[in-house]
Nanobody
Framework: QVQVVESGGGLVQSGGSLKLSCEVS????????IGWYRQAPGKEREYLAR???????QYEDAVKGRFTIFRGTTKNVVYLQMNNLKPEEAAVYYC?????????WGRGTQVTVDS
């Protein structure tokens, strides 16, 4: 079983920055990807970014140029640096461990953006 834990959420002013962390543990495969998503109240969960095991990254258009997904010094920790946050980006941010067709979700971390 794989455990995924997000952290780093909080309150930030509009235009501010936050750095979220995703820590994966347990019975992970040697190769896996990490995705970041968010879900605002009353809305569907939306994809933000993905870090492939080979280091490639992909971003959803709305966050491209403002968000950066990267791995820490240890493989099991992945970050999402978020800059120039907007009030409408307040949401619960989720990390997903992706391996093959399956995956594991964390419980999310709340991000609030004060206008």
């Amino acid at each position: 079983q794989v455990q995924v834990v997000e952290s780093g959420g909080g309150l930030v002013q509009s235009g501010g920055s936050l750095k979220l962390s995703c820590e994966v543990s347990g019975r992970t495969l040697s190769a896996y990807d990490i995705g970041w998503y968010r879900q605002a109240p009353g809305k569907e969960r939306e994809y933000l970014a993905r870090l492939w095991d080979n280091g490639l990254t992909q971003y959803e258009d709305a966050v491209k140029g403002r968000f950066t997904i990267f791995r820490g010094t240890t493989k099991n920790v992945v970050y999402l640096q978020m800059n120039n946050l907007k009030p409408e980006e307040a949401a619960v941010y989720y990390c997903k461990y992706v391996s093959g067709p399956g995956g594991s979700w964390g419980r999310g971390t709340q991000v609030t953006v004060d206008s």
